[in-house]
């Protein structure tokens, strides 16, 4: 690579050394350690979960590498860095108390049985077709969202730190390329290895992401100290903060003064009006339990690594470990992103000017679509805003509106969206004032040292995550396939041909999820973070219902797994999508509920399996409880260690919430 190419990149000599010696590191240790021993043929235990060998510490690690990726470090950051603030970090502290109860609940009862894939749990406990109809939903929600997602954040960060970068003939800018080379390295890593590979890896790069995220955070309230307070109190919630507050203040108290927790829109405090459409505070109740119980206790790619312990108290172990782990991620992904609006708000909007350019390109070419923007375009453009508006009115055949501020103009598009759906006219992608999903980005781009390997160890941490997180899904889509339709289909099929159909896999759906990752750079998904954790309402509601009945009420009948699901796929789709159906639009009960935060969609969901599956089983009773199997070979004796260290992590939480309630 020329110096030329060094320097349009961002990055030097040593970075490019230490980004590749990291990763070709992590890919040799993942590989050596699942290699075969002596000459014992591999079975599909082996490369499905790793010979149920993991001990606690390749648990936990794996399972918060697995986690936390650039799904995260863009998507949550990104969300933190727009409106949400500290209130994204919901998702984190709620998942520390829930993986305690999953380590205690679910976890000894899914061991004990033996099971390969959670899908296979629903036809022990239910019936053939439940488990065909839970492992197809999956398959589809977890190739098209979750790993469609991960591939195009990893892709945002290389487009962003190598912007305008060509190598033999491919342009590292260019989304859908980064999107490509993600999605390539990522299928060999996990065609290759297996859960062992992904384990092995995962150690290295959990350390390395804690570690890359610590140095961002420190970077980053240094930056804030030396900034210019003229330039910095434009980023501010708070009215009340005045410039020679900031220029007497140390980091930390410009910090807290940008964005002042006891204000409405302040970023530092956990709690949201009922109306904020991400995380109000009343999904804080029921609605943000749901996505959490169901990602961390039946998410195949997740409990993948806890099904591969080697025993009970050694899961355990691990899943508390992880629980800890949780804890930490806010103050290394949720305040750098709040931190990165505060240092490069002008950045983030430069992002989004490339974002728009099509779209401003549709408009000028006289394209017949009603254009639509956000408030923070129509605070940084008013005059584009205003003639958008005046050429959305000629489409609809209404007058313009006379709005003289942002908010007015905002409120007055929002009014044109609403005509432009009724009359089933085109709509244009949102213009948006910021690019939210460039905040972490970003901050490697400005504040990491060029040249000094830094640069490299960071970047290098950040792949390996996407690489590691990719590789446990495409590995575990490709188990639930394998055992869960293949061996329906086949029922002879050796352990040689189930490897094989797993690796086969692997490469379709990597495919298809390259060529769904470009898409979800729009704008309409709202937001990297909230576009996976919408589409999981599909799923999780009546996933989670069916498995509190199967779990503890024994005379729930078998019946109920497959219409607990079913129902809530139509559920949340009939209160999604009601004003797009013209029969529905006119419901005002619909299109209330449509109108609400999607949490709380996914609790009314949840609410209404619960009642019919309480019917059902009240209606046709189990005459017997079911017997399920038992894994003879699984030690399920717990471990007191991991309770008490349980309890430890539900209480720091609790203080936690307390600190910046």
Request: glycine share 8%; charged share 15%.
């Amino acid at each position: 690579m020329n110096e030329h190419v060094l320097a349009q990149s961002l990055v030097g000599m040593a970075d490019i050394l230490v980004f590749l010696a990291f990763i070709a590191a992590v890919l040799l240790v993942g590989f050596v350690k699942s290699g075969n021993k002596g000459h014992k043929e591999q079975t599909s235990e082996d490369y499905f979960l790793a010979g149920r060998g993991l001990s606690w510490w390749l648990v936990g690690f794996s399972l918060i590498a697995a986690n936390i990726s650039t799904e995260q470090f863009v998507g949550m950051s990104g969300q933190a860095a727009d409106w949400l603030g500290m209130a994204i970090a919901s998702y984190e502290w709620m998942a520390a108390i829930t993986l305690v109860v999953v380590a205690f609940v679910f976890l000894p009862k899914f061991l004990k049985c033996g099971i390969y894939t959670i899908p296979q749990f629903l036809e022990y406990r239910y019936s053939p077709l439940a488990r065909w109809v839970m492992a197809l939903a999956t398959l589809v929600i977890l190739v098209g969202v979750p790993t469609a997602s991960v591939i195009y954040s990893g892709a945002k960060v290389i487009c962003v730190n190598f912007d305008g970068v060509t190598l033999g003939g491919l342009n590292f800018g260019d989304i859908t390329t980064g999107c490509w080379i993600i999605g390539i390295l990522s299928a060999v890593y996990v065609f290759v290895g297996g859960l062992k590979a992904c384990a092995w890896a995962d150690l290295l790069q959990g350390s390395a992401l804690v570690i890359g995220g610590v140095i961002i955070a420190v970077l980053a309230f240094g930056a804030l100290g030396k900034m210019d307070a003229n330039e910095l109190i434009k980023t501010s919630v708070n009215p009340s903060v005045t410039v020679e507050q900031l220029e007497n203040a140390t980091p930390m108290e410009r910090f807290t003064a940008l964005n002042k927790a006891d204000l409405p829109d302040g970023k530092l405090h956990m709690v949201r009006g009922k109306e904020d459409p991400s995380i109000p505070w009343t999904a804080l109740v029921i609605g943000l339990w749901i996505p959490n119980f169901f990602y961390w206790g039946l998410n195949q790619y997740i409990m993948q690594r806890t099904l591969g312990s080697q025993s009970l108290a050694e899961g355990q172990k691990g899943v508390v470990f992880a629980a800890f782990l949780k804890l930490i991620i806010p103050f290394v992904v949720v305040i750098p992103g709040i931190l990165a609006y505060n240092l490069f708000s002008n950045d983030l909007h430069d992002e989004a000017i490339k974002k728009n350019s099509t779209i401003i390109a549709e408009y000028e070419a006289g394209t017949e679509k009603v254009f639509l923007f956000n408030e923070a375009f129509a605070k940084l453009k008013p005059e584009t805003a205003t003639q958008l508006l005046v050429y959305n009115a000629g489409l609809l055949g209404s007058d313009a509106p006379a709005a003289v501020d942002a908010e007015s103009l905002f409120a007055a598009n929002a009014e044109q969206a609403k005509v432009a759906a009724e009359k089933n006219m085109l709509v244009s992608t949102t213009l948006v004032g910021y690019d939210y999903d460039a905040a972490f980005p970003t901050l490697i781009k400005k504040l990491l040292p060029v040249g000094n390997g830094l640069k490299g160890f960071v970047l290098a941490a950040i792949f390996g995550a996407v690489v590691s997180s990719l590789a446990s899904m495409l590995n575990s889509a490709s188990t639930i396939f394998a055992m869960d339709v293949f061996t329906k289909m086949n029922k002879n099929a050796s352990q040689k041909a189930l490897i094989m159909v797993g690796r086969i896999c692997v490469v379709v759906f990597v495919l298809i999820a390259m060529i769904i990752a470009p898409m979800l750079g729009r704008p309409e998904f709202g937001g990297i973070f909230t576009f996976i954790q919408e589409f999981q309402g599909f799923l999780s509601p009546g996933i989670l219902a069916i498995f509190i009945f199967g779990l503890l009420v024994a005379k729930t009948p078998k019946f109920a797994g497959t219409v607990g699901i079913l129902l809530n796929v139509l559920l949340y789709g009939l209160f999604k999508f009601s004003p797009s159906i013209p029969v529905l639009k006119t419901i005002p009960l619909l299109n209330t509920i449509a109108g609400m935060a999607f949490l709380n969609r996914m609790a009314l969901c949840f609410g209404i399996c619960l009642a019919v599956l309480a019917i059902l089983t009240i209606l046709w009773p189990l005459k017997e409880p079911v017997q399920m199997p038992v894994n003879e070979k699984m030690d399920i004796r717990g471990s007191a260690g991991a309770k008490f260290w349980g309890i430890a992590v539900c209480v720091m939480t609790v203080l936690l919430y307390i600190i910046f309630w």
